[in-house]
Every structure is written in structure tokens, then in C-alpha cells.
């Protein structure tokens, strides 16, 4: 069975600093990967797409950036947190090839102060 | 402008009512239509999904109506129960778009009183 797992589950983080949040899959080679932002009571967005190791397409940057250093793994990172930042990430998995649903993981909760 | 639209943003119904959420959509080229539950501090689940060439979905109390022609369709919940309050998600993909991209709607929160 095909895990994903996000950490941290949650961050508070000031304004202008760093942040790193990552995404595991389990059990799945290849997959496709995603990551997306929601706002509070708001629709999801997505942010980067990933269909293989090293390669990452942005769909919408929001001053952040993505890598995907593993098969199985993907980072969204950014070097200077805005407090538009604030949200909840989800990242999210398909089948390489011919797959049609999204699995999304648990997401981390970001509060930028 | 919004290429999916969910026609309402909350919906209250009674327990046992049939809860009726409403999407509509702008790009004639989506052929796949999923539908997520998603309850508050957790990631959208896949409720049910459709494909552009049926007119109709069902997965037990889940059911989907599709018109392609007027590029809209609805999500049924029949009897409804407390368990089904969440955010509801319409979302559309166009096969074979740069990295199977989902577009989805703002969502509709149901509240099912007891």
C-alpha cells in the first residue's frame, strides 16, 4: 500500500526566514508528484509539478521553489517567508503513467508571523 | 475568471435530506471530473469521480450527473449524514495537460443537522 507523508505537520515561522517542507511517497515508484497551497476556507492551488527525479515544472511560484532530489521525495522550500506564505501545503501523488486520481497527504499548517 | 465554479459556498441540510452541490465549468477540452471530500486539518480524499463521456456516476450514496453540453454537472448525497459534513471540492482535468494539472473549484461546506 502507497503511503505519503508530510513533515512538519505544523510550523509557525517569522517573516524573512527560511523555511523547508517535505513530502515522502511510499510504496509507488515514479510517481507523479504535486504540490499545492490552500488558503484558510479557501480552494486549493496548485504550485509545482514533478514527473520525474530532478525535474520540476512551476505552475505558480509564489516566491517559493521546489526540488525533487529523490523518486520518492519533494521539498518546497523558499529563503525568506512572506506572510501571504501563511496556509496549508499539500503535497500529492498520481500514477506515472495513464493515473487519474490525486492522493493527497496530511499537508502542513504554515502561520508566518 | 474562474474555470470552475461551485455555485454555492455552504449548504446546510437535515440529516436523511438529499444534499445537491452544484459545479460548472469554462474549458470544453475537460474530460475528467473528481470530486473531494475534504474535512478541516485534513487532505482532500477522492469522493467519486466522472469522465466526460458518461452522463451519470453512482458510488453508493454518491452521485454524480453530468451535462456536457452545458458544461455543468452536480454532486448528489443521498441521506445525508453528520458524518458527510466537510468541504466539498469540484475539480476538472484535461487528459493529457501539462502534468495532469487539476483545476478546482472554491469548494462548498456542508453541514448536515442531526
Known amino acids: 500500500a502507497q503511503t505519503i507523508h508530510q513533515w512538519p505537520v505544523a510550523e509557525i515561522k517569522a517573516v524573512g526566514s527560511p523555511l523547508s517542507l517535505g513530502c515522502t511517497i511510499k510504496g509507488k515508484s515514479s510517481p507523479n508528484l504535486y504540490w499545492y497551497w490552500q488558503a484558510t476556507g479557501g480552494t486549493l492551488q496548485q504550485l509545482f509539478y514533478s514527473i520525474t527525479v530532478g525535474q520540476v515544472e512551476s505552475v505558480v511560484q509564489l516566491n517559493l521553489s521546489a526540488s525533487r532530489p529523490k523518486d520518492d521525495q519533494f521539498i518546497l522550500s523558499t529563503e525568506k517567508l512572506l506572510l501571504s506564505h501563511s496556509g496549508f501545503y499539500l503535497c500529492a501523488w498520481i500514477e506515472g503513467l495513464g493515473g487519474d486520481t490525486q492522493y493527497f497527504g496530511p499537508g502542513t499548517r504554515l502561520l508566518v508571523l | 475568471q474562474q474555470q470552475v465554479r461551485q455555485s454555492s459556498q455552504s449548504l446546510t441540510v437535515w440529516e436523511g435530506e438529499t444534499a445537491i452541490l452544484n459545479c460548472s465549468y469554462e474549458?470544453?477540452?475537460?474530460?475528467?471530473f473528481p470530486w473531494y471530500q475534504q474535512f478541516p486539518g485534513e487532505g482532500p480524499a477522492l469522493l467519486i469521480a466522472i469522465r466526460s463521456v458518461s452522463d451519470k456516476k453512482e458510488d453508493g450514496r454518491f452521485t454524480i450527473f453530468f451535462n456536457k453540453r452545458e458544461k455543468n454537472l452536480s454532486l448528489h448525497i443521498k441521506d445525508s449524514q453528520p458524518g458527510d459534513s466537510a468541504t466539498y471540492f469540484c475539480a476538472a482535468r484535461e487528459t493529457n495537460s501539462a502534468g495532469n494539472k487539476l483545476t478546482f473549484g472554491i469548494g462548498t461546506r456542508v453541514l448536515v443537522r442531526p
Open positions: 474549458n470544453s477540452a475537460f474530460d475528467y
